[in-house]
Structure formats: structure tokens, C-alpha cells
């Protein structure tokens, strides 16, 4: 078949060094599919890049066509089929959360616009690069001729992270587990639901409150667990998440290319348009989805109880703000 054009960016960096080989070898696409992988990165880190190449090189893949290492957009977004923005400005000690948006609302301007004049019109494009909803939606608004659903943000990780707590707590494994649910923002306000969420227990579907039994934990230390989770691994690690990042990525793409399992949805940060739960209009916003034939759907009806309700409002407000102070940089960068 003919190779698809995937590009990655921030390609140096240790998430894209984790995430390359699994695309690479087929993990993503199928083991058919044969791929071009772009490399993009800054001009500093080209050496870094070269020598990630000649590993790829050395893994001697057999679907990977070619690798094309680049600093230059024009190159890095040509004809893209998908597009995984991983690079961001990394937020420094001492930094606001202001300072850290107003650096890559430049950088998401940019390669959103860059997806808008290079880029096929179907590209899909998942942003993984933090403060990552609000990246998400300035790259959208930076390329008005690509969909707005072609659009969307990792969540994945928050949702698998949900998934594996619940497992450990009951001592299966985490495919016992379906139907957690992240809402809002990749950031400590999201919301990890487990309302919905299903655990198959002994061959038996149950609800994860009822299979727990312990509501305090799933309304305390659960959440906490879940939204703290990153920090943790940075205090242990020096480094955040690379592995777990690479990995809930790998599982994102594979969603929207082939579509989700029979009765099961997936998180993602999607566009809030026609939202039935109250998500304010024009937010990128992590919502349940299931996906088929490459486009999503929201899982619709599932009903709000007033503990949801209040966390899922909290972090709607929170990026609420992110996208007035982005907007703001915007008209201005």
C-alpha cells in the first residue's frame, strides 16, 4: 500500500523516543500499513535528531519507508495524513502558568497555520504538548480550513491512569476495566469519573462503585491519585512521563484510526460543539467518545450526578480562562 506521512514534533525529546519505535514497527497503523515518519524539532536539538534517526535506522523496520528529520515547518507539515504535536515550551521553575501559555500559543499559532497552508484537509492532528486543551484549541483556530473534530488532545493517559488504579484496587487487570471517564482539562482540575465505568469481575459486569464498595476512596484519594498523578511521577523520575505518555498516545491514535471496541468509549479532549452536558461552546474539553470510520461521536445520556456536576463545571471555568488569556496572546502574537 502507499505509506502514510506522519509527522511527530518535539521528535528529540524523550516522550518521541519512547513513541517512535512503537509507530514505527506498527503498534499504531497495523502491521500493514507502511509510513513515512517526519521528523520536526528546533534547530539546536537537529544533532540530537540525527542520531534518533540512525537508531530508527538500526531498528531496521520494515514499514518504515523513510525519515525525514527537519527544523522547517514547510517541510515537517507537507501532506500530512497525521500529525502528533508533542513539542511545547516545558514549563521552568518559577514560571506562571501565564508566561508558560504566552510562549506556546506562539508555538501552536505557528504550527497551526502551518497545518492549514501544508497539511492534507483530512489530517488528523492530536496535540500531547501541555498546557495541551488550550494548545489544542489555538492550533484548531490557527488553521480555520481543517475541520475542528479532525482536532483533539491526549486525555489518554489521566484515562489510563483511572483505569490502573482501579485494577490495582481490585486485583485485576486493566482490561477488566471499561468506561472511566476523564472530563475537562489535563491539568490537576480534570475530572476522573468512574460512574459509568464497568469492572469484570469473575466474568460478571459490575459498576465500579458497587464492585469497590469504598465511596470515600473513589471521591478522595481515587481522584487525587488520578490528578496528581504526573507530579508524582516527576518528584520520583526527575522527568515526567515518558513511557506511560508514549504509550496512552499510541492508544489515542490507534482509537481514531480504527475505532473504538464494541461498547466501550475512550477519553479524549475534543471540541465542546453540541456537547449535551453543559460543556460551554468553543472548548477543548475531554469528553467520553467512541469512534468509528475515523470520527468521533460523544457519548451521549449518561446521566450527572451533583458531585460530577460540580467537578465537571470547576475545570470547564479553569479552561474557560486559559482560553481568554490564549485568545488574548493571540490577537497580539
Not at 481490585?170 to 489535563?186: E, F, S
Not at 505518555?245 to 477519553?267: L, M, N, Q, Y
Request: aromatic share 6%; charged share 25%; proline share 4%.
Amino acid at each position: 500500500g502507499e505509506p502514510i506521512r506522519v509527522l511527530v514534533t518535539g521528535a528529540a525529546g524523550q516522550i518521541a523516543y519512547s513513541l517512535l519505535y512503537s509507530i514505527a514497527k506498527g503498534d499504531v497503523f497495523g502491521k500493514e500499513q507502511p509510513l513515512v515518519l517526519v521528523l520536526l524539532d528546533i534547530t539546536p536539538m537537529m544533532t540530537v535528531l540525527e542520531g534518533v534517526v540512525m537508531e530508527l535506522q538500526d531498528c531496521a523496520l520494515p514499514l518504515l519507508r523513510e525519515v525525514i528529520p527537519t527544523d522547517k515547518e514547510e517541510v515537517a507539515f507537507k501532506d500530512l495524513d497525521i500529525a502528533i504535536l508533542v513539542g511545547s515550551m516545558p514549563r521552568r521553575e518559577g514560571m506562571e502558568r501565564k508566561d508558560l501559555l504566552k510562549a506556546n500559543v506562539k508555538i501552536f499559532k505557528s504550527q497551526g497555520a502551518a497545518l492549514d497552508k501544508y497539511a492534507k484537509k483530512t489530517v488528523k492532528v492530536v496535540v500531547v504538548g501541555n498546557p495541551a486543551n488550550t494548545n489544542c484549541l489555538i492550533a484548531s483556530k490557527s488553521a480555520p480550513s481543517i475541520p475542528k473534530e479532525n482536532f483533539s488532545c491526549l486525555t489518554r493517559l489521566d484515562h489510563n491512569r483511572a483505569k490502573s488504579q482501579i485494577a490495582l484496587k481490585l486485583g485485576v487487570t486493566a482490561n477488566d476495566v471499561k468506561n472511566v471517564i476523564i472530563w475537562g482539562n489535563h491539568s490537576s482540575t480534570q475530572y476522573p469519573d468512574v460512574n459509568h465505568a464497568k469492572v469484570n469481575l469473575k466474568g460478571k459486569e459490575v459498576g465500579v462503585y458497587e464492585a469497590i464498595k469504598d465511596d470515600s476512596w473513589l471521591k478522595g484519594d481515587f481522584i487525587l491519585t488520578v490528578q496528581q498523578r504526573g507530579a508524582a511521577v516527576i518528584k520520583a523520575r526527575k522527568l515526567s512521563s515518558a513511557m506511560s505518555a508514549a504509550k496512552a498516545i499510541c492508544d489515542h491514535v490507534r482509537d481514531i484510526w480504527f475505532g473504538t471496541p464494541a461498547g466501550e468509549f475512550v477519553s479524549m479532549g475534543v471540541i465542546s460543539d453540541g456537547n449535551s452536558y453543559g460543556v460551554p461552546e468553543d472548548l477543548l474539553y475531554s469528553f467520553p467518545v467512541v469512534i468509528k470510520d475515523k470520527t468521533w461521536k460523544f457519548v451521549e445520556g449518561l446521566p450527572i450526578n451533583d458531585f460530577s456536576r460540580e467537578k465537571m463545571d470547576l475545570t470547564a471555568k479553569e479552561l474557560t480562562e486559559e482560553k481568554e488569556t490564549a485568545v488574548e496572546f493571540l490577537s497580539s502574537a
